[in-house]
């Protein structure tokens, strides 16, 4: 039986990945502060369906907590460590910017040491598409330089995968980085637009449409991320000596590092993604076109070839797929 950590356990992709480590017969030890970023019972609810399971384990705590994270790393021998927690939202960060300070970045070190000096065998953590900021050359690829953050949250994100490629290069930890493109589905997160669209949409309120509508995002559903890093998860890096080190892109390191996006491979258009929606609760919306909000980028858009090439997987749902499981979820969720 593997032993899993898996942080962020009562957060969206935490729980969904949780759930499936479980029915596959691991050992999951998750963790999560049950902070109220977002409404906490949505997040008691996705962990008390964990705790069905014989074989899950809870602990509240938080990534910050130095001495609490040194304590359970020497308490449990991980097998593996899944790192999903973090403070996310990039609108949310020109507010409360020390949130992700703390979150993202101290807490990111105190995995990265317990993994260190527990010898754990394959860190998987949580990146973002963010990281791509003001890149307009599409799609987004990991070869491509990530030099300018247009968020806190991205910085952040972008600074993790440069502190566990340190740790890859110095400790011999194998670190790999999941770059997540606009994940949506069932149990997803209430401050996300396929949420606060639906709830909007069956209240009879009209939306925020940023941009003026001019909008796209790879939309990718949560069990094709799911299955993105189940796969990952089994392929654990080795260095590479034939790696030219000449800085042209992020593969250029010999260390057991690697990055790879998740997305569904195709940006649509943010109209169409809220026409779908439309379509699945049988009613229309207003919108209120608005300019671009600071810290968001126009396109998303993932290139997957890396992660098709090495775990032989590109996720595929499409929208009309997902956001009718989304919605047919919500309806029972909140009885609506």
């Known amino acids: 039986m593997v032993k899993v950590l898996v942080t962020g356990a009562a957060g969206f992709i935490g729980f969904h990945l949780s759930q499936r480590l479980l029915v596959a017969g691991s050992e999951v030890i998750g963790l999560d502060n049950l902070n109220d970023y977002y409404d906490v019972n949505l997040k008691k609810a996705r962990l008390a ?11 509240k705590l938080d990534l910050a907590d130095r001495e609490g994270m040194a304590a359970l790393f020497a308490q449990e021998c991980f097998d593996l460590v899944v790192n ?9 960060s020109l507010k409360n910017p020390y949130a992700y300070i703390d979150s993202n970045i101290v807490g990111f070190i105190n995995i990265l040491e317990g993994c260190r000096h527990s010898k754990v065998k394959h ?6 598409s963010s990281v791509y900021g003001a890149n307009t050359k599409v799609p987004f690829s990991v070869h491509d330089k990530v030099d300018h953050p247009v968020s806190l949250y991205a910085a952040t994100k972008k600074a993790n995968e440069l502190m566990a490629h340190t740790y890859s290069h110095l400790y011999g930890v ?8 606009t994940v949506y589905g069932p ?19 009209p939306i925020d449409v940023f941009n003026y509508g001019e909008m796209r995002r790879d939309f990718t559903y949560i069990d094709d991320i799911i299955e993105g890093i189940i796969r990952v998860m089994d392929k654990i890096p080795e260095p590479n000596s034939t790696l030219s080190g ?13 990055l790879y996006n998740i997305g569904n ?39 997957v070839d890396d992660l098709a090439r090495d775990v032989d997987f590109r996720p595929n749902t499409p929208i009309e797929v997902g956001v009718e499981r989304f919605v047919s979820w919500y309806r029972s969720y909140y009885q609506v």
């Open 49 to 59: 369906k964990l705790q069905d399971h014989s074989n899950f384990k809870f602990y």
């Open 84 to 92: 999903l927690a973090a403070q996310p939202g990039v609108r949310y």
């Open 123 to 128: 860190l998987v953590f949580a990146s973002s």
């Open 174 to 181: 194998p670190t790999t980085g999941l770059r997540f493109f």
């Open 187 to 205: 149990w997803g997160r209430p401050d996300m637009a396929p949420f606060l669209f639906t709830k909007a949409i069956l209240a009879g309120n």
């Open 246 to 258: 000449d800085g042209s892109n992020s593969e250029t390191s010999n260390a057991a590092y690697k």
């Open 265 to 303: 491979h195709q940006s649509v258009e943010l109209m169409r993604f809220i026409e779908v929606m439309e379509n699945c609760l049988g009613m229309k919306v207003e919108k209120n076109l608005l300019p671009m909000q600071p810290g968001d980028i126009p396109v998303t858009y993932a290139d």
